[in-house]
C-alpha cells in the first residue's frame, strides 16, 4: 500500500480523460496533474523536441514524490516513452501498449485503425505495439490534427456540426480500408467519441486513457502500490500557462464541476 500520488502529465487539458478514468476506476488515489498549456500543442512537434519537453514534465513530476507516472498524452507515449521509462526510477505507464494490445485481442477482421496526433501516426508505436501481440494485423494511422483545437474550443457535443465535418474527412480513409476497431491514440480525441461511433458505428472504439488506466490498475496491485482508503483523496493541477482555459475547459473533461486550485508552475 502506498499514498503518494500518480504523477499524470500531459501537453495541456487534454491528460483530463485519463484522470476521469482513473477517478472512475480507483477513487481512493491521489492524484498529481500536470499540463504544459503553455508548450501545446505537442503533435506538431519533432521527436528531438517533443523528448525535451517529456523529460521536463517527467522531471516535475517526480520531484513531487510520485509512486507513479502515467503518461496520459499520446504523443510523448508514442514517441518518447522508451527513453523516459530507461530514466524514470518508479513505475511508469503510457498509453500505446495498453490500447494497442486491447485493439489486437478485440479484433476479428485484423484491421485496426488509429486516429492521433501528426507525431503519434509518424511514429509507428501503435502499429509496432499491436504486431508486437497480432503480427498478421494490419494497421493504418490517420492524422487528425483539426480535433485538438475543436475540442479546445469546445465543439464537443454529440454530433456537433464542425467536428462532425472533420470526422467524415478523417475517417473515410478508415472505412475504405475497413477497420472494425479504431484506437482513439490521443487524450482529446475520447470526448469526441459520440460524434465519432455516429459515422462508424459498427466500430468498436478504444479509449486510450481507459485501457491505460486498467493497465495502471493492475500494475498498482502486481506492486503492492495501490492507496488505502483512509481520508478523501487529493487532487493536486499545475500548468505551465493558460490557468483560466484550463479551468473552464476542464469542465467538458470531467464532465463535472471543476472546483480545484490549479497552479502555474514552471519546469525548470
Ligand atoms: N495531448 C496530445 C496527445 O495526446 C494532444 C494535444 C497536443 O497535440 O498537444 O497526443
Given at each position: 500500500m502506498d499514498n503518494r500520488p500518480i504523477g499524470i502529465f500531459d501537453s495541456g487539458v487534454g491528460g483530463l480523460s485519463a484522470v476521469r478514468a482513473l477517478m472512475r476506476r480507483c477513487p481512493n488515489e491521489n492524484i498529481l496533474y500536470l499540463g504544459d498549456e503553455a508548450r501545446m500543442p505537442y503533435g506538431?512537434?519533432?521527436?528531438?523536441?517533443?523528448?525535451?519537453?517529456?523529460?521536463?514534465d517527467l522531471a516535475f513530476v517526480l520531484r513531487q514524490d510520485v509512486k507513479a507516472v502515467l503518461v496520459a498524452c499520446g504523443t510523448v507515449s508514442a514517441a518518447a516513452l522508451d527513453d523516459l521509462r530507461r530514466e524514470c526510477p518508479v513505475p511508469i505507464l503510457g498509453v500505446v501498449e495498453p490500447a494497442a494490445a486491447e485493439a489486437a485481442r478485440a479484433t476479428r477482421n485484423g484491421k485496426i485503425a488509429i486516429l492521433g496526433t501528426g507525431a503519434t501516426t509518424r511514429s509507428g508505436a501503435f502499429p509496432r505495439a499491436i504486431r508486437r501481440i497480432r503480427p498478421g494485423a494490419e494497421t493504418l494511422?490517420?492524422?487528425?490534427?483539426m480535433f485538438v483545437p475543436l475540442v479546445e474550443n469546445g465543439y464537443i457535443?454529440?454530433?456537433d456540426p464542425a467536428a462532425t465535418l472533420f470526422a467524415e474527412e478523417y475517417l473515410?480513409?478508415?472505412?475504405?480500408?475497413?477497420?472494425?476497431v479504431i484506437i482513439?491514440?490521443?487524450?482529446h480525441f475520447p470526448v469526441l467519441k459520440a460524434t465519432i461511433g455516429q459515422l462508424v458505428p459498427d466500430t468498436l472504439l478504444i479509449d486510450t486513457s481507459k485501457s491505460a488506466v486498467?493497465?495502471?490498475?493492475d500494475l498498482l496491485r502486481g506492486q503492492d502500490l495501490l492507496a488505502d482508503n483512509s481520508g478523501e483523496p487529493s487532487q493536486v493541477y499545475c500548468v505551465t500557462g493558460g490557468k483560466e482555459g484550463f479551468e473552464e475547459v476542464a469542465e467538458r473533461f470531467l464532465g463535472d464541476r471543476f472546483d480545484h486550485e490549479v497552479e502555474v508552475v514552471s519546469l525548470s
Open positions: 506538431t512537434r519533432d521527436r528531438e523536441t517533443l523528448l525535451r519537453y517529456a523529460r521536463e494511422g490517420v492524422p487528425c490534427p457535443r454529440p454530433g473515410a480513409p478508415v472505412k475504405a480500408f475497413g477497420a472494425d482513439l491514440g490521443c487524450t486498467a493497465a495502471l490498475e
